[in-house]
């Protein structure tokens, strides 16, 4: 029977011998690598810096604050009385991308913003 793929069912296997190489299965097992297995991370803000190390945070707050002059160059005296013209801070970007892995964590796509800020939670992330 044919279906739209062109792949055709059939209850006798292949007369080859050999198994096809995109049907095996991978024998190496993910593991951790690099500097997280040499110098196995402690605590949670040890994994952190792994995962962003300072100079990266500081290139991502440079370009950001770079981006944010233009757009208040750009909007004018409009931008002006807007509170979201401030540059941002290294600890304001920690807690931000801290607030994406903690919304990811609890699948809260749809989930009312404010429940990111709420202090009853269960699970609490410290992210220095």
Known sequence: MSRKNKYKWSKI?????????ENKIRSKIPAVIGEAYRNKPSKPVN?????FDEHMLDIVVEHTNE???EMAAFY???????????????????????LL????????HNEDVSSLWATNCVIYFVLL
């Open 47 to 51: 994994s952190w810096n792994l995962l």
């Open 13 to 21: 296997p292949p007369a080859s011998g050999k198994t096809r190489a």
């Open 76 to 98: 004018g005296d409009q931008a002006l009385s807007c509170q979201f013209t401030n540059h941002i801070e290294k600890t304001e970007l920690k807690a931000f991308i801290g």
């Open 67 to 69: 981006r944010i002059t």
């Open 101 to 108: 892995l903690l919304s990811g964590a609890f699948k809260s």
